[in-house]
C-alpha cells in the first residue's frame, strides 16, 4: 500500500541548491522586535485624539429594556456616545457570510442590539478627552434589564427545558425553538455491517473546555473619520482588507471609503481574524469629528471575545483483531457561542483523515449558549476532534496488545483514496512522519517510574486564497517585495528569501513590507496556514515578470533578441550563438539605466491561489506523573511534521515548537471557568494558567519534507498542523504512566489526574 510520496510524479520545485531558500536568513523585522521600535497599534497616536471605552453587560442573558445616555453625554470631556441603535440592524434571517464568518454575528459582537447574551457583551460606547473621563462616563449610562435565563454549558444548552437563546432557530428535525443552529453528518459505508465485523468495540465520551488563543497584544485601534475623503483605520489583526470589510458592512460606510493599515501584530493564533472595536471607534470618531483609540484590557479579551470552542463527544469504535478499522460512529458537539458557528465540521472531518476507514456515521451540532461567539484557533475544530479519536486508538492498541504506530500505519489511508468525507488528501507524509518519531533517539530513551511515553497523529488541510504582491527594482539595484497579508509568523523573511533566491541577489539587498488596503491587491487573512503558501505564489509570478522585463532591458542595450538572453546569478548572460560578445548586465547595472531604457521596473499580481495541501503530523511526548499531586511534568517532546518545502526552517521549526506549546497547555491547564452567574472567573493569566518556560522541555521539531508538486518552491504550510496532534498524544502519555488510567477530559490538571489515580 502506498501511504507516502508519489515517487514517479514530477514535482516543479526549485531545487535544493538553492542559496536562500531553505536558509536560515535575519529574519526581516528582528531589530525592531528587539529593540522595541516596532509600531503595534497600541503605540499609535494622532494629534486631536481621543479616547474610546465600552460599557459591557453584567449578565449573561438579558433584554435591553432601556438606555438612558444623557448623563454620560453631559459629563464634561465627553465628545460622543453610542449605543446599538447608531449601526445598521442587519437582519438576523438572512445569512451574511463574510469568509468563514458571517457579519451579522461579527456586528452583533461589536455592540448590542436585540439582546444581551453574555457577560461582557457590549452595550454602549463614549468617547473623551481622557480614559479617566470615558470609564467615569461608563458609570453614568443606566440600562435597565430584563434578566433572563441562561446556559453555558454545551451539554446543558441542549438539554430538556433549557433556556433558549434565539427563537427564530430553526433547525430540521428538530421541533420548536433550539440551541442546536446546525446539524452536519457525514457518512460512508454501512455501520452496522462494520461493527458486525468487528472483533472488539470501544465506545467512550469525552469533554473538552473552551480554551484562549494566548496572544500577548489585546485588541488595539486608532480610527479616524473623514467625512469628505478617506477615513482610517490603524490596527493589529490578522488582516487589514477583513478589517476595511467588515468595519464598512457594519457602519454602513462605502468600502472604498476606509483605508485600513496594518500595524505589528503581537499575536493572533485565528483570534484576530474578527474584529471588536474598529466599527465602534470608526461611529464614535464620525460623532465627536476626532481621532479615536480603543484598547480592549485584558480582562475584556477574556470576557468578550472569541476563544476556541470546548466540545461535548460520543464516539463508537469497531476494529479486528488483526487491528483493521471496520465502523466509526458518533457526535461531536461543539459550541458556537452566542451566535452559530463553530468549526464542527473540520471537527468531523480532519481527525478521521488520515485513515481507510470503510464505514462512518458521524454528526456534529453546532450549539449556542451564553458565550462569546467563538473565534479560530489555530487549525479551529480539529484539535478536539482529534484528541477523541487518536486517544481511542491508543486505547484500542492497548486492548489489541499492538504497538500504537503500527495500528495507525495498518489503517493509514491510501495515496489518493478519499476520506470519509470525500476529499483526498494525497502526498500529506504519514509514514514518513511516523517513521522519522519511531526512529528519532527519543524513542529509545528508557521510561523510569511513574513516566509515561503517548503519541498521535494529526491532519490539517491548509489553504488557498487571495493574495497579492508587487516587486520594485530601485535605482541602485535592491528591492522591495510589498504583500498583502499581516506577518504572524515569518512571511516576510520567506518573502525575501524567494526574491532574492529568483533575482540571483543578496537577500540583504531584498526589503519586504506589508502594504495597507490602498497601495496593494485584496489579500486574504493571514490563517489557514496559507500565507507562505500563497504568498509564495504570487511574489513568485511578480519576480518571474520582473525578470523579463530585465532581460528585456538587457536585450534593447545589446540589439539581440530576448530569447537569447538568460537571467542567472543576478545577471542578463547572452546565451547561444551571442553567448562571447556582451559581459552579462547585473541587476545593479540595469537598475541604474532604468530611466533611459524604459523606466521603472516593477511587477504587481494578483490571484486566487489554488493547489494547496493538506500535511500531517506525528507527535511523542514523555511525561511524567507527581502521584501525590496529580502534575504532570513533559519531560521531552518529539515533533514531526510535513512542511512541504522550508523556505525559512528556523520559522518553521518555531511554528511547530510554539503549536507544541499551545498543546501541552491545552492539554494540561488552560480552560474558561464560569460560575454560577454566567461569569468568567478567571479573566486573566495570573488565572488562566498557561505554560511558562519551566514547564517546557527542549521540543525536538523534525522537519520532513515533501514538497507540493502545485506549489512553484513546493510549500504547503506549517502553522496549524502542530496544535492538533499534542492534546491525544499526552492524554495518550498520561495513561502509560498510570498503568492505563484514562482521562476522558480537557484539561487533565492535577484534581483530575488525582481522581483517575483513586479509581
Known amino acids: 500500500m502506498n501511504i507516502g510520496v508519489n515517487k514517479e510524479k514530477k514535482m516543479n520545485y526549485m531545487s535544493p541548491d538553492n542559496k536562500w531558500i531553505g536558509k536560515p536568513t535575519i529574519r526581516p523585522d528582528g531589530i525592531e522586535k528587539v529593540t522595541g521600535s516596532a509600531q503595534y497599534a497600541a503605540d499609535y497616536t494622532m494629534p486631536g485624539m481621543v479616547w474610546g471605552k465600552v460599557l459591557r453587560s453584567p449578565h449573561a442573558h438579558a433584554l435591553i429594556k432601556k438606555i438612558d445616555t444623557s448623563k454620560a453625554e453631559a459629563l464634561q470631556g465627553v465628545l460622543a456616545v453610542m449605543t446599538g441603535a447608531d449601526l445598521p440592524t442587519l437582519p438576523l434571517d438572512v445569512p451574511l457570510p463574510t469568509g468563514p464568518n458571517d457579519i451579522r454575528w461579527i456586528s452583533r459582537g461589536c455592540m448590542a442590539q436585540e439582546k444581551i447574551l453574555y457577560v461582557g457583551h457590549p452595550i454602549a460606547a463614549v468617547a473623551a478627552t481622557s480614559q479617566e473621563i470615558a470609564i467615569a462616563a461608563l458609570d453614568l449610562i443606566e440600562v435597565d434589564y430584563e434578566v433572563l435565563p441562561h446556559v453555558i454549558d454545551v451539554d446543558e444548552a441542549v438539554a430538556p427545558g433549557a433556556p433558549i437563546l434565539h427563537d427564530w432557530i430553526k433547525t430540521e428535525g428538530i421541533e420548536g425553538p433550539t440551541n442546536i443552529s446546525n446539524i452536519m453528518t457525514v457518512k460512508t459505508g454501512d455501520v452496522e455491517k462494520g461493527f458486525g465485523e468487528a472483533d472488539l468495540v470501544v465506545e467512550r465520551d469525552f469533554k473538552s473546555a473552551a480554551v484562549h488563543q494566548g496572544y500577548l497584544e489585546p485588541q488595539s485601534c486608532v480610527v479616524?473619520?473623514?467625512?469628505?475623503?478617506?477615513?482610517?483605520?490603524?490596527?493589529?489583526?490578522?488582516?487589514?482588507?477583513?478589517?476595511?470589510?467588515?468595519?464598512?458592512?457594519?457602519?454602513?460606510?462605502?468600502?472604498?471609503?476606509?483605508?485600513?493599515?496594518?500595524?505589528?501584530?503581537?499575536?493572533?493564533?485565528?483570534?484576530?481574524?474578527?474584529?471588536?472595536?474598529?466599527?465602534?471607534?470608526?461611529?464614535?470618531?464620525?460623532?465627536?469629528?476626532?481621532?479615536?483609540?480603543?484598547?480592549?484590557?485584558?480582562?475584556?479579551?477574556?470576557?468578550?471575545?472569541?476563544?476556541?470552542?470546548?466540545?461535548?463527544?460520543?464516539?463508537?469504535?469497531?476494529?479486528?483483531?488483526?487491528?483493521?478499522?471496520?465502523?466509526?460512529?458518533?457526535?461531536?458537539?461543539?459550541?458556537?457561542?452566542?451566535?452559530?458557528?463553530?468549526?464542527?465540521?473540520?471537527?468531523c472531518h480532519f481527525s478521521f483523515s488520515c485513515y481507510d476507514i470503510p464505514n462512518a456515521n458521524l454528526k456534529g451540532l453546532d450549539i449556542v449558549s451564553n458565550r462569546p461567539n467563538v473565534a479560530a484557533y489555530r487549525a479551529p475544530g480539529a484539535p478536539q476532534g482529534n484528541y477523541v479519536f487518536e486517544a481511542m486508538l491508543d486505547e484500542i492498541a492497548e486492548k489489541l496488545n499492538m504497538d500504537?504506530?503500527?495500528?495507525?500505519?495498518?489503517?493509514?489511508?491510501?495515496?489518493?483514496?478519499?476520506?470519509?468525507?470525500?476529499?483526498?488528501?494525497?502526498?500529506a507524509g504519514i509514514q514518513e512522519c511516523i517513521d522519522s518519531v519511531r526512529n528519532h533517539p527519543n524513542a529509545k530513551i528508557e521510561l523510569g517510574p511513574n513516566q509515561g511515553r503517548g503519541i498521535a497523529i494529526g491532519y490539517w488541510g491548509n489553504a488557498g486564497g487571495e493574495s497579492s504582491a508587487q516587486l520594485h527594482i530601485n535605482e541602485d539595484g535592491t528591492a522591495l517585495v510589498i504583500t498583502g497579508?499581516?506577518?504572524?509568523?515569518?512571511?516576510?523573511?520567506?518573502?525575501?528569501?524567494?526574491?532574492?533566491?529568483?533575482?540571483?541577489i543578496d537577500y540583504k539587498k531584498v526589503k519586504a513590507q506589508i502594504g495597507d488596503t490602498n497601495n496593494v491587491g485584496i489579500s486574504a487573512v493571514t490563517g489557514g496556514s496559507r500565507v507562505t503558501f500563497a504568498s509564495g505564489i504570487v511574489v513568485n509570478e511578480a519576480t518571474d515578470q520582473v525578470i523579463e522585463t530585465l532581460k528585456s532591458r538587457a536585450a534593447g542595450i545589446w540589439g539581440i533578441d530576448v530569447e537569447a538572453i538568460e537571467w542567472r546569478d543576478g545577471a542578463a548572460h547572452p546565451a547561444g550563438p551571442n553567448a562571447g560578445d556582451f559581459e552579462p548586465l547585473s541587476l545593479e547595472d540595469l537598475a541604474a539605466k532604468a530611466e533611459s531604457t524604459g523606466g521603472p521596473i516593477m511587477a504587481a499580481v494578483s490571484k486566487n491561489t489554488t493547489g494547496h495541501m493538506g500535511v500531517v503530523g506525528a507527535h511523542m511526548v514523555d511525561v511524567e506523573?507527581?502521584?501525590?499531586?496529580?502534575?504532570?511534568?513533559?519531560?521531552?517532546?518529539?515533533?514531526?511534521?510535513?512542511?512541504?518545502?522550508?523556505?525559512?526552517?528556523?520559522?518553521?521549526?518555531?511554528?511547530?515548537?510554539?503549536?507544541?506549546?499551545?498543546?501541552?497547555?491545552?492539554?494540561?491547564?488552560?480552560?474558561?471557568?464560569?460560575?454560577?452567574?454566567?461569569?468568567?472567573?478567571?479573566?486573566?493569566?495570573?488565572?488562566?494558567?498557561?505554560?511558562?518556560?519551566?514547564?517546557?522541555?527542549?521540543?525536538?521539531?523534525?522537519?520532513?519534507?515533501?514538497?507540493?508538486?502545485?506549489?512553484?518552491?513546493?510549500?504547503?504550510?506549517?502553522?496549524?498542523?502542530?496544535?492538533?496532534?499534542?492534546?491525544?498524544?499526552?492524554?495518550?502519555?498520561?495513561?502509560?504512566?498510570?498503568?492505563?488510567?484514562?482521562?476522558?477530559?480537557?484539561?487533565?490538571?492535577?484534581?483530575?489526574?488525582?481522581?483517575?489515580?483513586?479509581?
Not at 500504537?404 to 502526498?427: H, M, S
Not at 504572524?488 to 540571483?504: F, Q, T, Y
Open 224 to 347: 479616524s473619520y473623514k467625512p469628505d475623503s478617506q477615513s482610517t483605520i490603524w490596527s493589529s489583526s490578522q488582516g487589514q482588507f477583513m478589517v476595511r470589510g467588515l468595519t464598512a458592512t457594519i457602519t454602513g460606510m462605502a468600502t472604498g471609503d476606509i483605508k485600513a493599515i496594518p500595524a505589528e501584530i503581537g499575536g493572533g493564533f485565528g483570534g484576530k481574524t474578527i474584529i471588536y472595536l474598529e466599527p465602534v471607534a470608526m461611529v464614535l470618531s464620525k460623532k465627536c469629528g476626532r481621532p479615536v483609540k480603543m484598547q480592549n484590557t485584558r480582562e475584556e479579551v477574556f470576557h468578550s471575545t472569541g476563544p476556541a470552542p470546548g466540545m461535548s463527544a460520543h464516539l463508537k469504535v469497531g476494529v479486528t483483531k488483526e487491528g483493521k478499522l471496520t465502523a466509526v460512529e458518533g457526535s461531536y458537539n461543539m459550541q458556537a457561542g452566542c451566535y452559530p458557528g463553530s468549526p464542527v465540521g473540520r471537527a
Open 404 to 427: 500504537p504506530w503500527e495500528l495507525r500505519l495498518r489503517n493509514a489511508l491510501p495515496l489518493n483514496k478519499p476520506t470519509i468525507y470525500g476529499a483526498k488528501i494525497g502526498e
Open 485 to 504: 497579508h499581516p506577518d504572524i509568523g515569518g512571511s516576510r523573511a520567506s518573502m525575501v528569501n524567494i526574491a532574492a533566491e529568483k533575482l540571483g
Open 625 to 759: 506523573v507527581d502521584t501525590e499531586t496529580g502534575r504532570v511534568k513533559i519531560l521531552r517532546y518529539t515533533a514531526s511534521q510535513d512542511v512541504g518545502r522550508a523556505i525559512h526552517p528556523a520559522y518553521v521549526e518555531g511554528q511547530i515548537q510554539g503549536g507544541v506549546v499551545q498543546g501541552i497547555g491545552w492539554a494540561l491547564n488552560e480552560e474558561f471557568i464560569y460560575n454560577k452567574d454566567g461569569r468568567l472567573d478567571n479573566a486573566g493569566f495570573l488565572d488562566y494558567r498557561m505554560p511558562v518556560a519551566s514547564d517546557l522541555p527542549l521540543i525536538d521539531a523534525v522537519m520532513v519534507e515533501i514538497p507540493n508538486p502545485d506549489h512553484p518552491h513546493g510549500v504547503k504550510g506549517v502553522g496549524e498542523i502542530p496544535l492538533v496532534p499534542p492534546l491525544a498524544a499526552i492524554a495518550n502519555a498520561i495513561a502509560d504512566a498510570t498503568g492505563g488510567k484514562r482521562l476522558y477530559e480537557l484539561p487533565m490538571s492535577p484534581p483530575k489526574v488525582l481522581k483517575a489515580l483513586d479509581n
